[in-house]
């Protein structure tokens, strides 16, 4: 029987451990999943923010993902990191810092009460384009320019990037990547050509929290841009962002990776 793995960027799995340096019991099933605070695109952009490319990787041009397993206990605080998939180079000592160094996380909920949870985080090492390097500094500059003015009336209406309050899928970034995983179907041509890639999916989250203009900002073709896009058309209602504490349109862009399992991938030859 061929299986068919599809897997997001950053995604998050929940499962049953103990943690080997604290008497917390890690649990499975809970009622609110551990995440991020602002979820899964603030958490996206403290590891944009925050990574330092290792010299040596970067003269190798070494790229691709580290795999990490930890533990969100119950206050929040990261622990138990394992590194589940190596990249080398020291990209995995570089992802071990960067995920313990995060902020706390707002931890797990049962019955009412903080539980510790085991996650897990894919962190991805990209040599950047100088030529988005620069377009994106230049989009940084004119955002903090624009923060020293009022915001009148009339801008609540513009589409945002950065807000004090990030929109966000009701049950947190774990729930929005099941809710993906559950609904993404593999094409069969990428399946038949053996295509494999991450579609960067750009879209808006209106002032109700509908999801509006979706669209495929870097693709990988074979029916997989056309599918990851269907598949955030179809999203529920979102949380609204909140500028001045008044609901604002807000964009956002999710990186979706489809990945086909051993089997389909000799299957494909």
């Known amino acids: ?8 960027f950053l995604c998050l799995i929940p499962s049953i451990a103990f943690s080997q340096n604290t008497p917390s019991i890690v649990y499975k099933d809970v009622d609110q999943p551990a995440h991020f605070k602002g979820g899964f695109l603030e958490l996206y952009q403290y590891f944009k923010d925050n990574l330092e490319y290792p ?3 970067r003269d190798a041009k070494i790229q691709g993902n580290v795999k990490l397993e930890f533990v969100v206990d119950k206050d929040g605080s990261i622990k138990n990191i394992v590194i589940d998939e190596s990249l080398g180079h020291g990209c995995d000592e570089e992802a071990v810092r960067l995920l313990s160094g995060s902020p706390k996380w707002v931890p797990a909920q049962l019955n009412g009460k903080a539980v ?4 897990t ?3 991805e090492f990209l040599i950047p384009d100088k030529k988005l390097e620069a377009r994106g500094f230049a989009l940084k500059e004119k955002e903090e320019n624009f923060e020293e003015f009022e915001v009148e009336e009339e801008t609540l209406d513009e589409v945002f990037e950065i807000v004090e309050d990030p929109a966000s899928f009701e049950g947190g970034v774990t729930a929005f990547l099941y809710w993906v995983g559950r609904n993404l179907k593999y094409p069969q041509e990428a399946r038949r050509m053996g295509v494999e890639g991450k579609v960067y999916i750009q879209f808006i989250i209106d002032k109700d929290g509908s999801v509006t203009d979706v669209k495929t900002v870097r693709g990988i073709g074979a029916g997989c841009d056309a599918e990851a896009e269907r598949v955030i058309r179809m999203s529920p209602k979102w949380k609204p962002g909140f500028q001045r504490g ?13 990945s086909l399992g051993s089997s389909s991938k000799k299957d494909s030859k």
Not at 2 to 8: C, P, S, T, V
């Open 121 to 123: 985080t894919k962190i």
């Open 1 to 8: 029987m061929r299986k068919e793995l599809i897997f997001l």
């Open 116 to 119: 510790a949870q085991k996650q």
């Open 246 to 258: 008044k609901p604002v349109k807000q964009k956002m862009v999710v990186p979706i990776n489809f």
């Open 55 to 57: 010299q040596e990787a």
